[in-house]
């Protein structure tokens, strides 16, 4: 489906289910991110995967949702963004990871989702969180006579004394938060 299509059936809500790739006539996948088993006439519960056996001794759990498919009696566990993003969204690029466009990764909404290069994934990983650290640099306190404090940032913390700033200095560093 095209972003356009996506951007329509996510405003309007609508739940769209096409056959999982590989696994046609047994699972369907939702443009919402559920999986119904055709068999058991069941939506799937996704879950957190553990690590394999081999990862076990780090003890870190997979942000991403993960569901159990099976075919000819063999479970394999699939990752709820790729299923949706196989059935749903284009890849003419032939790009090899799905991307969470909101970072959040329990969100598997096709709308949610696009087809990136490793760098390109990697970009905006960190694009994000380069933006998270600025709104974090950029939270102004404004006193009852309207002076403009700096911005909190964490060497200010424990310090009693904030310096102030010139409206017209906060202002300069706000144009250059937005221009980044």
Known sequence: MTREELKRLASQKEETWLPVKGYEGLYEVSNMGRVYSIKTKKVLVPLK????????????????????????????????????????IENPDNKPYVNHINEIKTDC??????????????NHSNNIRKKEEMKIQEVIRQEENGQLL???????????????????????????????
């Open 49 to 88: 995967a553990l690590p394999s056996i081999k990862y076990r001794k780090f003890k870190k759990i997979s942000p991403y949702l993960k569901v159990g498919l099976y075919k000819e009696n063999k479970k394999k566990n699939k990752k709820l963004h790729r299923l949706v993003a196989e059935a749903f």
């Open 109 to 122: 909404t096709a709308f949610n989702l696009e087809w990136v290069t490793e760098s390109e994934n990697v």
């Open 150 to 180: 700096l911005p909190f940032h964490p060497c200010f913390f424990g310090n009693d004394e904030v310096k102030e700033k010139e409206s017209s200095e906060v202002q300069k560093d706000q144009e250059v938060l937005e221009s980044v």
